[in-house]
């Protein structure tokens, strides 16, 4: 199996930053797209970047200018920097990693971290 383990979240002031890092271990033969997605209270769970393989990046319009997402592929990790935060950024926060297992190369399954609190309050 894989597993994901995050962390960096945490209580910071408006216009403060935050690094989110994500590693994922376990039985990957390859991965895929890895990516970060928040969820408010009482609110669906959004994408907020997402980068490929290749390094091609993708965010959210809210987050563009102030958020950069980056990956190490040889250990497996993905990193979410966090500039100029506002309160609407509170949330928690899930990597997402899609990879191909050892024991199912040919199929790509997504996996889940178990969520890191960001709060941006003054």
């Known amino acids: 199996q894989v597993q994901l383990v995050e962390s960096g979240g945490g209580l910071v002031q408006p216009g403060g930053s935050l690094r989110l890092s994500c590693a994922a271990s376990?039985?990957?033969?390859?991965?895929?797209?890895m990516g970060w997605y928040r969820q408010a209270p009482g609110k669906q769970r959004e994408s907020v970047a997402i980068?490929?393989?290749?390094?091609?990046?993708n965010y959210a319009d809210s987050v563009k200018g102030r958020f950069t997402i980056s990956r190490d592929n040889t250990k497996n990790t993905v990193s979410l920097q966090m500039n100029n935060l506002k309160p609407e950024d509170t949330a928690a926060y899930y990597c997402?990693?899609?990879?191909?297992?050892?024991?199912?190369?040919?199929?790509?399954?997504?996996?889940w971290g178990q969520g890191t609190q960001v709060t941006v309050s003054s």
């Open positions: 980068i490929t393989m290749s390094g091609t990046t």
């Open positions: 376990g039985s990957i033969f390859r991965s895929n797209d």
């Open positions: 997402k990693v899609d990879v191909r297992t050892y024991a199912t190369p040919g199929i790509i399954r997504g996996f």
